[in-house]
């Protein structure tokens, strides 16, 4: 049985962190990675390591084919990491596989950030919108990269905590279908917590597409650019070394 090593580093007495040694580990096996191996399908190998080196997406030793969501905070300070698996043909979410969190596998105490939120230094000056899932923030990078795709974790997901990182900063919420009223409720009360950031109202996009049967009930901003994506030819996977190189081009901040 996989055992992970218990950290000691902490951002404050109550709460952990997780230990970059066990982050690095999760750099591998991505041919094994069903979120990974679905992004490579659907996008083309190279585009879709450039969104697993971005995000810093790991795979699960543990739980077989399952993707590693890491949540890292501005100062790169590993959070948690969201456990979650996928059909590599669709893409889709196992509905029967619930969420595990990498934070209870260690037994830490854990304050959650936006999953992310570690790339705001690297693009300071580009709008930030917000999503309900790890996954649409991922592929929303790709079909939008003008913008920076930041992830709640869930449509309550949006606790003002999360926020403070965002100080300065234009942000828009964009919800998945049928949560535009409580995004937008949750908008106008952050708005009123955190006067320095300016949010653009709340998209209503996909409440729109579902009106006009472009999207299916529950379906967010990314379904709706996968439908209209054409699948592009599948070109030939990278060996291990070429995955251990992407993250040597950039290191994490000390």
């Known amino acids: 049985t996989y055992k992970y090593y218990k950290p000691h580093s902490k951002i404050s007495a109550e709460i952990d962190v997780i230990d970059t040694g066990i982050f690095a580990e999760s750099h591998c096996n991505y041919d094994l990675n069903n979120f990974v191996i679905f992004l490579k399908k659907k ?23 399952h993707v590693i969501y890491w949540q890292i905070d501005e100062k790169f300070q590993i959070r948690t990491g ?3 698996s996928y059909n590599p043909e669709t893409g889709k979410r196992n509905q029967s596989d619930y969420p595990r969190w990498m934070h209870k596998e260690l037994g830490n ?17 580009k709008d930030i919108h917000i999503v ?17 795709w930041l992830a709640s974790g869930g449509s309550n997901g949006l606790q003002s ?13 964009f ?3 049928g949560k535009y009223e409580l995004w937008n409720t949750k908008m106008n009360q952050l708005q009123i917590e955190h006067p320095s950031i300016k949010f653009s109202p709340t998209s209503i ?50």
């Open 43 to 65: 996008l083309h190998t190279s585009n879709a390591m450039e969104l697993v080196r971005n995000f810093y997406l790991g795979t699960s030793k543990k739980y077989s084919g």
């Open 82 to 84: 969201k456990i979650m």
């Open 109 to 125: 105490n854990m304050k959650q950030c936006l999953f992310g939120l570690h790339l705001i230094n690297k693009y300071p000056d």
């Open 132 to 148: 309900e899932s790890e996954k649409t923030a991922v592929l929303m990078s790709y079909f939008n990269p003008s913008v920076m």
């Open 161 to 173: 905590y999360k926020f403070e990182a965002l100080k300065g900063r234009n942000v828009c919420l």
């Open 175 to 177: 919800p998945d279908q």
């Open 205 to 254: 996009e996909c409440d729109s597409w579902f009106k006009n049967n472009e999207i299916e009930k529950g379906d967010d901003i990314a379904d709706c650019f996968l439908k209209s994506h054409r699948i592009i030819k599948h070109d030939k996977d990278w060996e291990q070394g070429e995955y251990d190189q992407i993250f040597k081009m950039e290191k994490p901040p000390n």
